[in-house]
Structures are given as C-alpha cells and as structure tokens.
C-alpha cells in the first residue's frame, strides 16, 4: 500500500464547550490532536488485483440490473414503481446505519405529514429527500451540491447547520465533552474546505474502476468529517451521486446501505483501515454490499410482483377505471389518502374516494383515520402487503452475513 494514504496530525488548541465544574478533579487540557487528511485528487493507490477485478464484477453486476429494471420501467407498468421504492429502502437502510429507525408503515405516514410515530421516521423522510437531490445533482460533485445534499438531510434540525460546513471540532467515540480519548478526531474546521475540493477532483478522474473509487471517496468524505452531524448519511449519498455519474445506473438505485448494514462493524473496520493508510478493505467491503444490495433488491421485486398479481385476481372494476391506476401508486407508496390519489391518478374527487372504495372492497387496502379526529379527508388507505413485503426487506437486511 502506499503510505501517504494515511493519515497524520497535528496538535490544536482545545477550549471545552462549557467551564470545569468546581471540585471537578479530571485533567483538562489546553491542546488535542487534529487529524490530517491526505490529497488524493491525484494519488496512485495500491489496490490488490483481486480486490480490482472483483469490484469491476460488482459495477457489471451494477449495470445488468439497472438495465434490467429499466426495461420494465419502461415496459411495464407495475415495475414502473421499483425507482422509487429502491431509493426510499437505501434512505431507510443508510439511516438506520445511524440507528435511525423506522418501519415502513412509519414512513409511509411521514411521507404523508402523519408524524405521530416520532422524528425518527421524519429523518428519513428528509434522508429520501436529501438521497433524490444526490441523484439530481450527480453530473458534477462540487462542494455546493454536497451542501445541497445535507441541506436537504438536516432541514428540520437548524441547530446542525443544514447546508453549512462544521467550524468547531468534531470526534468518534470517547466522551462527548472532549475530543481527547477519542476513536478518531476529525480534521481542523479550517482543512474542511480544501479537502472537499480535493475529494470532489478525485470524483471526476476516470482512472480507477467505479466501485472501488465510490468507496475510497466516501471513506475520504467520512474522514473530513465536514459537518456537524449527518455526515454518514451524505457520504453514503455521495455514492450514488458517483455511481450515476460513472453510468453504471440510469434509473434505479442499488441500495447498497442495504448490503452494508447486515454488518456494521466491518464497514466501521474498513473505515478505520483506510485511515491508516489501506483502500482494499473499504473497497472489498462496498463490493459485498453491492451483490448482497442486489440480491435483496431482487427479492423484493419478486414480492411485489406477486402482490400485484393478487390485486390483478382480486379487482373486478372495469380496465380503464382509477382503481386500475391506484395501484401501482399503491407499490410506491402504500399509504395514500384521497387527495393523493387526486394528484397522482389526475382524477376528481369522488372518482378516487369512489376507486379507494373499490379497493376496500376487494381487500386490497384498508382505510383508518390515522389522524383520530373523524374527519373523511383524513382518512389514510394503506396496503399490508407492501408494508409488509418493505419491512421483510428491511429484516433481510439487518440479518449478519459474516
């Protein structure tokens, strides 16, 4: 490996947060040690060669199910959803990385102004947000579109500083007073927005196979640190960002916080690898999430193609009717209400409350008033079966693998 890869240091004056308590006996000190990140717009890194062809393996796998997807979202109407589910399940699995967790029926609501279950599931909302503007925005990774991105992450949380690089120190593990006894120290707020620029160069060379350069700028992303909190969540939406720009997907996602997240110590050790100076662990741990990413996505594909066929036996209404077209709505976004329904299927009023009607009656949703207070327009028309078949996804991705 190359040792100018890994990180050095430099010692910072330290002024705590708040004035030592009287009679408080602990050692504070006057200084800590900052880390130093290395540049590597320009760097050559030691990749193993079996590490290389197994992450170029990974992008072919990559792209043969973007286009697989992509043909029946152009072709089919019931897959026409899949975009939008397998976005919504990465934001879901990248938060829960964070131990911000919230079921499907949770986030169903949220996307729907219901917050009775928490914040938890509001963050997730704000993380599909912040996952969609990622994508938007992949043509060119420039500091302003990954502050673009945490804007979108942390709107809802002004004390973090949404869209706005840190300017105080920030540490992994240890005590939350001090930087000192830390697992790891981030870099000086003032090296932050060079080392950006630096990283965001890196994302534009085309010298290195996708994935291993996808996971290289994000273990650099999660070593500057830059901002005050939800600096996971943009990273690993920093990833997707790049896997569009290299065109190895079009118009999926491959969930890959999926894949990590059936084990999150080894993703935590690959991280601390790198910063000692080795890319082949974060790059051989992003290449397994991929195929495990994959192999869930498709499985999930796979319940809501037999869910769809069910409504297709159950549903009597006539072809053309707005019944027909709530339900690939419902795949995407199994909690509607009637102005939903309106908006999305362009139709009026009672045409949707007469076609949530009839897909009550065939047991395709269900209805409850999920704000409690008895009003019609409140009324929430929700499938289990897709709530459940995302949940199944999410206990699937939780499972270790190694």
Known sequence: MLPDLALSSEE????????PIAGDRRTFHTTYNASVPAQIANMGFDLDDDVVATAEDARATIVRFDERLSALLGGDAEFAPMSSVLLRTESTSS???????????????????????????????ANVDAMQRAIA?????????ILAIHDALMRDQPRIGPGVFRDEPVWIGGGGLSPHGATYVAPHHTRVPEAIEDLCAFTRRRNLPLIAQAAIAHAQFETIHPFAD?????GRALVHAMLKQGHATTRTTVPISAGLLSNTATYYEALNAYRRGDPNTIVARFTEATYAAIANSDTLAGDLHAIHQDWNLKLTARKDSVAWRILPVLLSQPAVTSKVVQRRCRASQPAADRALKQLLDAEIVRSKDEHGEGRKRDVVWRSDDVLQALDQFGERARRRTG
């Open 12 to 19: 910072q004056p330290w002024q705590p947060r708040a004035a």
């Open 95 to 125: 938060s829960q990385i964070e131990n911000i967790t919230a079921g499907a029926r949770a986030l169903a609501l949220a996307e729907l102004g219901i917050t009775r279950f928490g914040s938890n599931a509001n963050q997730v909302v």
């Open 137 to 145: 925005l992949a043509d060119d990774v420039t500091s302003a579109s």
């Open 230 to 234: 939800g600096n996971g969540r943009t």
